[in-house]
């Protein structure tokens, strides 16, 4: 295949159809990125990367294609495209540095305010002289604005787009909206925020971004779950014994105290990122691969969890968090938790969902850590080396690996355990992983919100944890001091070990090297 093919190829991926009365329409239109915030750090280190990597694969054609950039901020183009140039590294580019000029000419700042008319009309005339250059014609232009502000100026942002920034959709063009976590800080909040958003866009115009979906891991899970026979009869009560979903990280709230307080990892972490991997994990098989069924069955998930109780919960925060002038002396923010969640259907009553989150640790990872039940009428008396574990790494280092007994190669019947490892790396030697942002841009531009949380998604969500988020909040319950560097507190090891779980001693796994 030539690059032009190549280039065409990518091209048309990039295009979709939509229904318009009895007749299919092709999306022919020019599109428009919007990002919101730009001058901010979420835009220069993860919206304007994700874009320049689409762009360097040809998802984003530069003579459909133009990027705005809207914040507060009083900038000029140039100066806006100076700030986001060090973060535009791509290893998927023949010539990176002529690449990056080109991406960066693609950019136009406008400077106005998050809540007035004044910003927002001179960015859609911005935005129609681009339309109208590209010869687009009227309803078939496609506009994508993307929030990477604080959910506070959300409600304010949504009535300027809706009021001054709409275009026309009768020849397949469309509006639609990137919003980032958090959603709200409860389940009061975040139906408010829904509400006001609801009222101003349709639930297909809202994208309610959650970058965990698109790490590639995290999507291989429903093809590991549904494409491969020898897991359907293993992935139920009668042979797990329980779940772990971990993230890790080794390094503290790092000058972003002040913001981190207001929310806590429960917040941050476990209410968003590892309960959509649970429900990924817990759910059943959806009729079909269409957005709407598996969402339809993450609900279902999330509506069969029983209300959390206080003594299968453990919190922690790491010592030196409070010496962080921007956080209170008196904070009772977590930095560390372990949650156990119980699912009360046919395949899971009775397994433990251990979520666990901290930071300060001793490492970092975010992993899925499966563990079987103990083998009956172990003849090998090989139940003190550990029990058979089915381990998805999600970062660093993607892998897959099943920990399982072995015969220790030799002239002795012993055992020893071992694995089965599929490390990504070693696997797929020059294949560049996406970024979990780029994958979630384009599935939006392509319409597709398999890989986003919706409405009723998002309310299940927040019941689980408001109850004990408000017990928190109120001081009913108190994170242990932990050392920085360790493991967390020593209560959430016995916790774990309660709820079943048995660790393995004697056995690391080591990624493979090349």
Not at 53 to 74: D, S
Not at 205 to 221: A, F, P
Not at 322 to 342: C, Q
Request: charged residues 25%; contains cysteine; glycine residues 8%.
């Amino acid at each position: 295949m030539g690059s032009g093919e190549w280039c065409l190829q990518k091209r048309d991926s990039f295009k979709s159809e939509t229904l318009v009365g009895n007749e299919t329409v092709p999306e022919i239109g020019c599109l428009s990125i919007i990002v919101l915030g730009a001058s901010g750090d979420l835009a220069k280190k993860k919206t304007f990367p994700a874009l320049f990597h689409l762009y360097c694969q040809g998802f984003l054609p530069p003579n459909e294609v133009h990027i705005f950039g809207y914040a507060r901020t009083k900038i000029s183009d140039d100066e806006l495209r100076n700030r986001i140039r060090g973060y535009l590294v791509s290893e998927r580019s023949a010539s990176p540095s002529k690449d990056v000029s080109k991406f960066l000419q693609l950019i136009k700042y406008v400077s106005g305010s998050y809540d007035a008319a004044e910003g927002f009309q001179t960015l859609d005339m911005e935005i129609s002289k681009h339309e109208t250059s590209k010869n687009s014609l009227e309803g078939s232009s496609r506009r994508l604005f993307y929030l990477a502000l604080p959910p506070s100026v959300y409600p304010s942002v949504c009535r300027m787009i809706r009021r001054y920034c709409m275009n026309k959709s009768n020849l397949g063009g469309w509006t639609r909206i990137v919003v980032e976590k958090p959603f709200g800080r409860d389940l009061g909040s975040a139906e408010e925020l829904s509400s006001q958003i609801g009222e101003l866009f349709d639930e297909p115009q809202i994208y309610r971004i959650d970058h965990y979906l698109g790490k590639e891991l995290v999507q291989n899970l429903l093809v590991l779950r549904f494409a491969n026979r020898f897991f359907l009869p293993l992935w139920n009560r009668d042979n797990i014994d329980n779940v772990q979903i971990v993230f890790r990280e080794d390094f503290g709230t790092e000058g972003r105290g002040g913001y981190f307080d207001e929310y806590g990892i429960i917040r941050d972490i476990i209410q968003n990122h590892l309960l959509q991997v649970l429900c990924l994990v817990a759910m059943e098989k959806p009729v079909s691969l269409k957005p709407e069924h598996i969402r339809d069955e993450k609900v279902k998930v999330l509506q069969s969890v029983l209300p959390i109780k206080d003594e299968e919960v453990v919190l922690g925060q790491y010592e030196g968090y409070r010496d962080d002038p921007t956080v209170p002396d008196h904070s009772n923010t977590p930095t560390f938790a372990t949650v156990i969640l119980r699912i009360h259907n046919e395949r899971w009553e009775g397994v433990p969902f251990i979520l666990k989150a901290g930071k300060a640790l001793n490492s970092r990872k975010a992993e899925i850590r499966v563990q079987f039940k103990d083998v009956p009428g172990d003849i090998f008396k090989c139940k003190k080396q550990g029990r058979n574990e089915f381990v998805i790494r999600l970062q660093p280092s993607e892998a897959m690996y099943m920990k399982l007994m072995v015969k220790q190669p030799g002239l002795e019947m012993s055992t020893v355990q071992s694995e089965l490892d599929l490390s990504y790396r070693q696997r797929y030697q020059g294949v560049t992983i996406p970024e979990a942002y780029e994958r979630l841009i384009l599935d939006t531009i392509r319409g597709d919100q398999q890989h986003f949380v919706r409405r009723d998604e998002l309310k299940a969500a927040w019941e689980i944890f408001t109850p004990l988020l408000h017990r928190i909040d109120n001081g009913e319950m108190n994170p242990i001091p932990y050392q920085a560097g360790s493991r967390g507190p020593a209560e959430a090891d016995e916790l774990l070990e309660k709820a079943g779980y048995v660790q393995t001693h004697g056995y690391i796994w080591i990624p493979p090297t090349l």
